[in-house]
């Protein structure tokens, strides 16, 4: 069988992602959100708050006997308050931190310490944004907790070659997705984010991706492992 720990699976791309991923009865998908839509026999939900880490420290990986894969998508995360620095609500720079960054590096930690010694194929799998590549005027917070994230990702690859534990590592950026974050986005206040006008044109042209054709993308990198040999990579890089 191949296991799957999808965190925000409840909705948006996560959810889009792990319903692909139910349609194939091998595989079995673990999720983690603060709110479960998914019912299926083959999908087991947590309920956490992964932006309180003492809950995420309790979360236990199972022992899997007869796994051929299993694979950590580190998914959920948050924009924030959309605003300069000086005017950000301190407990949501404490609240995106942990969920976007801290989070997926304890999840990512105790995933390691339980699987790397097994000897199937075994990959983390980071949710990165372009956000993280490029600095964006009111997300100082989010672009932070992503470039954080292709950093540890990066380090994670070495680590892992070193200590030959046969486990991918990528950090994806999934391009803009119509989900409920860019409904957040282009609700900011104008002069909180100057580039608000131009995510309001994105959705208005029909420039945001469907979520679940960006499950379909991100699938592929999942199954196809060579499909990227860089950590830090894009659907972008998909060219067919
Ligand atoms: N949308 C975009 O344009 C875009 C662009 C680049 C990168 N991304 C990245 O893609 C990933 C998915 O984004 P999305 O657009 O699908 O977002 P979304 O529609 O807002 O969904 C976010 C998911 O994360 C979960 N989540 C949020 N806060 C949580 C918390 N405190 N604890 C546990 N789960 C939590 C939500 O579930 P609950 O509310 O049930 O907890 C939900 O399942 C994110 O990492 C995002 O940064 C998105």
């Known amino acids: 069988m191949n ?15 792990t319903e692909l991923l139910l349609e ?3 595989n079995i998908v673990y999720g983690i959100a603060r709110s479960s839509s998914i019912e299926h026999e083959r999908y087991i939900h947590s ?3 992964l932006s309180k880490l003492n809950d995420v420290t309790l979360y236990k990986f199972p022992i899997f006997e007869n796994a051929e894969k299993i694979v950590l998508v580190n998914n959920a995360g948050m ?23 801290i989070a997926p590096v304890i999840l990512t930690n105790n995933f390691i310490s339980k699987y790397a010694n097994l000897s199937c194929n075994k990959m983390v799998l980071n ?9 964006i005027d009111g997300w100082n917070v989010y672009c932070s907790t992503k470039a954080g994230l292709d950093m540890f990702s990066q380090v994670l690859k070495e680590e892992v070659e070193i200590d ?17 974050m860019q409904v957040q986005i282009r609700a900011a ?22 979520a679940n054709i960006t499950a379909q993308q991100v699938l592929r990198f999942i199954k196809e492992e060579g499909l990227s040999t860089n950590v830090i990579c894009s659907v972008r890089d998909l060219t067919k």
């Open 127 to 135: 949710i990165s944004s372009g956000a993280g590549r490029t600095p």
């Open 189 to 210: 206040e104008e002069s909180a984010f100057s580039n608000i006008e131009k995510f309001i044109e994105y959705k208005k042209d029909g420039d945001l991706t469907p």
């Open 3 to 17: 296991y799957f720990f999808i965190t925000g699976s409840s909705k948006g791309l996560g959810k889009f992602l």
């Open 47 to 49: 309920n956490i708050d």
């Open 24 to 26: 194939d009865e091998n």
């Open 164 to 180: 030959d534990s046969n486990i991918k590592v990528l950090s994806l950026a999934p391009g803009i997705i119509d989900t409920d």
């Open 79 to 101: 924009v924030g308050d959309v605003k300069h620095v000086g005017n950000i609500d301190n407990q949501q720079i404490i609240d995106c931190y942990n969920l976007n960054l």
